[in-house]
C-alpha cells in the first residue's frame, strides 16, 4: 500500500515562511535579508504549501500600487519560493490558485511582481504577463516586471 501525502495550503505567519525564503531566495546572504518591510501591515497575508508538516512552497502578498499599470486594488507578491526538493510537482501551482482566490476576497483587481528570469515560465503558466524590459535588482539578479489580473 503507498501512503498518501498530506497536503495543505494555508494562511501562516511570516516567521514560518522566512527559512524557505533565506535557503531558496537569499542563500548566502543575511538571514535578516529575509524580511520584508511590510509582512506585519494589516491585510499583509502569507500563503504555504504544506507537505506532511513540511512548508515546500510560500509567496507574501501586500497591498501596493503598480507604477506599470492602471488598478483600483493593487497587490504585490514577494517572496514566493518552493524548496529546490519539490519544485515542478505543482505545489507552487495549487499555492498560486488557493492565493487568486484570497485575493479576490480582498478585492484585488492587479497582482504584481518581480520577477526572477527562472520564475518567468511559471509565472506565465499561472496568467502573468510581462511589461517593459529586464532590468537587475542589485545582489539578488536580473528580472522582468510581471502583472496578473485578478
Given at each position: 500500500?503507498?501512503?498518501?501525502?498530506?497536503?495543505?495550503?494555508?494562511?501562516?505567519?511570516?516567521?514560518?515562511?522566512?527559512?524557505?525564503?533565506?535557503?531558496?531566495?537569499?542563500?548566502?546572504?543575511?538571514?535578516?535579508?529575509?524580511?520584508?518591510?511590510k509582512?506585519?501591515?494589516?491585510?499583509?497575508?502569507?500563503?504555504?504549501?504544506?507537505?506532511?508538516?513540511?512548508?515546500?512552497?510560500c509567496?507574501?502578498?501586500?497591498?501596493?500600487?503598480?507604477?506599470?499599470i492602471?488598478?483600483?486594488?493593487?497587490?504585490?507578491?514577494?517572496?514566493?519560493?518552493?524548496?529546490?526538493?519539490?519544485?515542478?510537482?505543482?505545489?507552487?501551482?495549487?499555492?498560486m490558485?488557493?492565493?487568486?482566490?484570497?485575493?479576490?476576497?480582498?478585492?484585488?483587481?492587479?497582482?504584481?511582481?518581480?520577477?526572477?528570469?527562472?520564475?518567468?515560465?511559471?509565472?506565465?503558466?499561472?496568467?502573468?504577463?510581462?511589461?517593459?524590459?529586464?532590468?537587475?535588482?542589485?545582489?539578488?539578479?536580473?528580472?522582468?516586471?510581471?502583472?496578473?489580473?485578478i
Amino acid at each position: 500500500m503507498i501512503a498518501q501525502l498530506q497536503v495543505e495550503i494555508n494562511k501562516v505567519d511570516a516567521e514560518k515562511i522566512k527559512p524557505l525564503r533565506h535557503s531558496e531566495l537569499r542563500k548566502g546572504q543575511d538571514f535578516s535579508t529575509t524580511s520584508y518591510l511590510k509582512d506585519y501591515e494589516e491585510g499583509t497575508f502569507h500563503m504555504a504549501c504544506i507537505l506532511d508538516g513540511k512548508i515546500v512552497t510560500c509567496a507574501t502578498f501586500y497591498a501596493q500600487t503598480s507604477m506599470k499599470i492602471k488598478s483600483n486594488n493593487a497587490y504585490r507578491l514577494r517572496g514566493m519560493a518552493t524548496d529546490s526538493n519539490f519544485q515542478r510537482k505543482g505545489y507552487a501551482r495549487n499555492l498560486m490558485v488557493e492565493s487568486f482566490k484570497e485575493l479576490k476576497k480582498s478585492d484585488c483587481d492587479i497582482l504584481w511582481c518581480n520577477a526572477r528570469l527562472g520564475a518567468v515560465n511559471f509565472y506565465k503558466s499561472v496568467g502573468f504577463k510581462i511589461i517593459g524590459e529586464l532590468f537587475d535588482i542589485e545582489a539578488i539578479g536580473p528580472h522582468y516586471y510581471m502583472y496578473k489580473e485578478i
